[in-house]
């Protein structure tokens, strides 16, 4: 479980307990169990589906992430499960083959391709009809904010005006236009990517009500602008 007493791990069981959810509602309709876990490097959110009985293909560019995966499945006995391909976003379709996936789970790898627009057109490549993408992109607007605040001003107006950064409205603009429909947005450490981790060691009970307060707030657009990062799930037609 988790250790709630950090802001990280908050953050972390919010994306945990929306992408849940979202699975089970998801899997009424479509009960593929075919995952392609996209820059997932040493397997955090793969041993976790893999446990849970999907069988993931973890593709990174990464051997040495990839080694640490292969030692974790063997160590937790999911090597049947989980699977390391070396590969990135530009040859996903070659590496795993078109239409042989239901879920695509891509977090935090567009703020990292050269090429969004690619990254995402392979995404749907490898997809069947029905499947759905889970994907978490890091935002500006909260970078500037968290900068600003830390007193880091030139950096602030650099991320700011940086044209590789990413804001709610281009996230979902690049979802669309690659295919998908969208089903559902959440932001992600919304709050709790601002609050002091001195307030969550020393207020009883603080970490439960973040959690709580993260999940009331998640779908609220203005409060989405400001998160950290936005959380996309959307389907293939």
Known sequence: MPDLRRRRSVTQSHLDDVLSALLAAWAVDHPGREVVDLGGGT???????????????????????????????????????????????????????????????????????????????????????????????????????????????????????????????????LVESAGFEVRAIHGIGTVAGHVAEAVLETEPGAHVELLGLEADVAEDPAFQALAPHLHVFAIKP
Not at 51 to 72: T, W
Not at 156 to 161: F, I
């Open 43 to 173: 397997g955090g959110m793969a041993m976790e589906l893999g446990a849970n009985g999907y069988r993931v293909r973890v593709v990174d560019p990464s051997p040495d992430a990839l080694a640490a995966l292969e030692r974790r499945t063997a160590e937790e006995g999911l090597a049947d499960r989980v699977t390391a391909i070396q590969g990135d976003a530009t040859e996903l379709v070659d590496v795993v083959g078109a239409a042989s996936a239901d879920l695509v789970i891509c977090h935090k790898v567009l703020e990292v391709v050269e090429d969004p627009d690619q990254a995402l057109a392979a995404v749907a490549g490898v997809l069947r009809s029905g499947g759905a993408l889970s994907l978490l992109v890091a935002q500006r607007h909260a970078a500037v904010l968290t900068q600003a605040l830390a007193g880091h001003i030139a950096q602030a107006r650099r991320s700011w005006n940086d044209p590789d950064r990413f804001d709610r409205a281009r996230i979902l603009a």
